[in-house]
């Protein structure tokens, strides 16, 4: 049975740090590519930053220079490092994971709010 979960979600002020965790079981993770996606509230779910399974990154334009992620393969784990949030980053932030034949899982998401 496949598993996403998340953690490291709360609320922090502006120009504060988070760290999201995504812990993967179930799925050959080191074959996976992995992102972060978010939803805020009356919003589509957008892409937040991914990664290959070899490591390559990409990320939304909204969060360059602010967020990092990154993935440990002997943990099967994904993590989002976001630094300097802002307001409009609030939004439930989603794990994803994607095999090598395009197959997706979805992680349930955690609560992220970014306000003084």
């Known amino acids: 049975q496949v598993r996403l979960a998340e953690s490291g979600g709360g609320l922090v002020q502006p120009g504060g740090s988070l760290r999201l965790s995504c812990a993967a079981s179930?799925?050959?993770?080191?074959?996976?590519?992995m992102g972060w996606y978010r939803q805020a509230p009356g919003k589509q779910r957008e892409v937040v930053a991914t990664?290959?399974?070899?490591?390559?990154?990409n990320y939304a334009d909204s969060v360059k220079g602010r967020f990092t992620i990154s993935r440990d393969n002997a943990k099967n784990t994904v993590y989002l490092q976001m630094n300097s949030l802002k307001p409009e980053d609030t939004a439930v932030y989603y794990c994803n994971s994607r095999s090598i034949t395009n197959y997706e899982n979805w992680g349930q998401g955690t609560q992220v709010t970014v306000s003084s």
């Open positions: 990664i290959t399974s070899s490591g390559s990154t």
């Open positions: 179930g799925i050959i993770f080191r074959l996976n590519a």
